[in-house]
């Protein structure tokens, strides 16, 4: 079972009226006056939902929240061949 992850969203905005979404353990977090907590989740886009439910304009946070939500290859990637190679 996945663990839920604590996310925050900051009152205040950037110069473009954005609000930045953050995960609990982000060093770049306001202090707490500044952020509201919108729940226990389990992925980005759970958190994004809700944010958005309040705070029309939402960007996630680049350190903590784009960081963890990317794939993470684990195997190397091998290229398919459609046609069989003619051996000379």
Do not use: W
Not at 3 to 29: A, F, P, W
């Amino acid at each position: 079972m996945n663990k839920g992850i604590y996310y925050y969203v900051t009152i205040s905005t950037d110069q473009e009226n954005y609000h930045y979404l953050h995960r609990k353990e982000c060093k770049r977090m306001p202090e707490k006056e500044d952020m509201v907590f919108i729940g226990t989740l389990y992925n980005l886009n759970q958190a994004l939902s809700i944010a958005r439910i309040n705070f029309k304009k939402v960007k996630p946070c680049i350190k903590c929240c784009i960081r963890y939500s990317a794939p993470v290859m684990r195997e190397t990637v091998r290229p398919v061949l459609h046609f069989p190679q003619k051996s000379l």
